[in-house]
């Protein structure tokens, strides 16, 4: 099997870097130490977009300033990052890829899906995870969790609505590519959800 790239995905606190350490270590188990990576982020020059997109700003930011920069973190967290590593043939693990453009971006501030559409397609050229994880809990139940650790950055100060419509966004993403993207409810225990992890791995390769 060539290299596989997967990613993870949902809402702030749905435990993604919990369960992205699981995946790693189910993926070390049948083909190596996979690359660990994270968006917006993966790279020097993405981690520094990540801290401009992160923090609070006196002035108001754009949506398609946003928009913009996830996509420039990305195309940058590709070409230097993820791409050499699966052409090594080592697996890549990342916390969040472009459907968390689709989710945010589109979802939860309002440009149509259309354009990320275009911008995936020439940014991207095509490039898409092999499998993804969408780690499915309401807005309430991640803020509760993600507020537990302290501050909060620019976006986790949005209300619970900007996040159900971002959790929306990756329902539409999940229904258009179901092949690809596999819900997984993340409400439960730490441990449940890491079985249902262990377990969609385990039907996705077998
Ligand atoms: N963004 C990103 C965009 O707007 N557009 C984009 O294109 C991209 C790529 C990045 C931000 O950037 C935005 C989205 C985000 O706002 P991030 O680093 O991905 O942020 O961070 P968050 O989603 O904010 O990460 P969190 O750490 O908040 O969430 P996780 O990783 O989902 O949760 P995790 O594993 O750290 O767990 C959080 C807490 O909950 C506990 C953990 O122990 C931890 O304390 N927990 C559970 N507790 C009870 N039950 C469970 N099942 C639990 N799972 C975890």
């Keep these: 099997m060539k290299p596989q790239f997967i990613s993870i995905e949902g809402l702030e606190g749905a435990g993604k870097s919990t369960q992205r350490d699981v995946l790693a270590a189910w993926v070390t188990k049948h083909s190596g130490p996979p690359m660990v990576t994270r968006e917006p982020g993966g790279t020097v020059m993405a981690e520094q977009i990540r801290s401009v997109l992160l923090a609070h700003h006196d002035e108001p930011v754009d949506v398609w300033t946003e928009l913009l920069l996830v996509f420039a973190a990305r195309r940058q967290h590709l070409s230097t990052a993820i791409r ?112 249902a992890v262990i377990h969609a791995l385990e039907a996705h390769y077998s």
């Design 84 to 195: 050499p590593a699966l052409t090594n043939g080592q697996w890549v693990v990342s916390d969040r890829f472009t459907d968390a453009s689709y989710a945010y971006q589109g979802g939860g501030r309002g440009i149509p899906w259309e354009h990320i559409v275009d911008l995936e397609s020439r940014v991207l050229e095509g490039f898409k995870p092999d499998l993804t994880l969408w780690l499915d809990c309401p807005a309430e139940v991640g803020l509760a969790r993600a507020r537990q650790r302290g501050e909060l950055d620019r976006i986790e100060t949005e209300d619970v609505d900007f996040f159900e419509r971002c959790r929306t966004a990756y329902e539409r993403r999940c229904s258009e590519d179901p092949g690809r993207i596999i819900r997984l409810d993340a409400t439960g225990t730490i441990a449940s959800v890491s079985a």
